[in-house]
């Protein structure tokens, strides 16, 4: 193996995603230096089409696919490795919805890995920012079953069986595969999943894409992958200063809270995993024993497995910390 340098807290540079409900915060708010309906900044990503550069230190313009081949398990830890090899297992985005994302549902690992080769998608979303009456739809308002969906679907009623959650800044919710769902306008959001691009779109709001074409949908497959049970998708959770506050954890990532008004260090030694920091205010520096790096709000920063400890030098800044348990 090439002598390569040693690992250190890594940028990526994010992938812009132009959505015909997209709009302007991702630019306003967090500097992504983008024009046109920008609706997603995949902030780190190994989907394959996707693949994130990083974009700081020795290791500028290396690829996630590269790190993980020449640094593997010191990388994302040894029990990640194991289960997932040169596949990064997470995707980190910010999502700007201007106008209502389509009604839609993802298939679990089962479906996924029989239909398209590929993992379901278990998501958690964090409310970073929302206008005047913004909402979620979550799963349906009662109890209901094929039948009855697909009677709704057919009348294009099926926003009349739907559940509407009304949202605030700093709401927490966990999307378990099989949860029919759509972004709300008017909403900012962080999302961590699963490495998957499957979605199955349901309804569309009947509107036509950037080129005037109606967007494909999907009511066969997302027929075998809906959950027609209640959901409670919801996380409650204590804000808190100066401590990591766990919001929400599921087999495939756990999600913390970290505001910080002070100097903190974090020991990561019995993380088993990578950890990703999503600065959603304010401003900190990254200390390790040789490397400092600035993180501002809506940057993302990976830490990799094998650095035990780092250090925030803040007088303001607040994070998701995201590791796999």
């Known amino acids: 193996m090439l002598t390569i340098s040693p690992l250190y807290p890594l940028k990526f540079k994010p992938t812009l995603k132009e959505k015909v409900w997209g709009g302007d915060k991702l630019n306003?708010?967090?500097?992504k230096k983008a024009t046109g309906k920008i609706g997603e900044s995949w902030e780190i990503s190994g989907v394959a089409e996707d693949l994130s550069e990083i974009a700081n230190g020795p290791l500028k313009g290396k690829t996630i696919k590269w790190l993980l081949e020449n640094y593997k398990e010191k990388l994302v830890g040894e029990k990640v490795y194991e289960n997932f090899g040169n596949t990064f297992p997470l995707l980190f985005k910010f999502i700007?919805?201007?106008?209502d994302l389509s009604v839609q549902v993802h298939p679990n690992d089962d479906l996924a890995k029989k239909r398209h080769n590929s993992f379901g998608k278990t998501e958690l979303w964090y409310i970073i920012d929302v206008e005047k009456d913004g909402r979620l739809i979550l799963g349906f308002n009662e109890n209901t079953n094929q039948q009855k969906y697909l009677k709704s679907l057919s009348e294009n009623r099926i926003i009349?069986?739907?559940?509407?959650?009304?949202?605030?800044?700093?709401d927490a919710?966990?999307?378990?595969?099989?949860?029919?769902?759509?972004?709300?306008?008017?909403?900012?959001?962080?999302?961590?999943?699963?490495?998957s691009d499957v979605t199955y779109r349901i309804y569309d709001w009947d509107r036509p894409d950037t080129n005037g074409q109606m967007r494909e949908l999907h009511t066969d497959f997302a027929l075998e992958a809906i959950d027609f049970s209640p959901t409670s998708?919801?996380?409650?959770?204590?804000?808190?200063?100066n401590r990591s506050v766990p919001i929400g954890t599921t087999d495939f990532f756990s999600v913390n809270k970290l505001t910080l008004s002070e100097n903190y260090v974090r020991d990561l030694e019995k993380t088993p995993s990578?950890?990703?920091y999503m600065c959603l205010e304010g401003t900190a520096v990254?200390?390790?024993d040789d490397f400092s790096e600035e993180i501002k709000k809506g940057?993302?920063?990976?830490?990799?497995?094998?650095?035990?400890e780092i250090k925030f030098i803040t007088n303001y800044a607040s994070f998701l910390e995201v590791y796999i348990p």
Do not use: R
């Open 28 to 31: 306003k708010l967090f500097k």
């Open 96 to 99: 700007d919805a201007q106008e």
């Open 160 to 170: 009349e069986i739907l559940k509407s959650e009304p949202v605030k800044k700093g």
């Open 173 to 195: 919710f966990l999307l378990n595969p099989g949860t029919v769902h759509a972004i709300g306008a008017g909403i900012l959001l962080a999302e961590i999943q699963q490495t």
């Open 233 to 241: 998708a919801k996380l409650e959770y204590a804000e808190e200063k």
């Open 274 to 276: 990578f950890t990703v």
């Open 286 to 288: 990254i200390e390790t």
């Open 299 to 308: 940057e993302t920063i990976l830490i990799p497995a094998q650095l035990p």
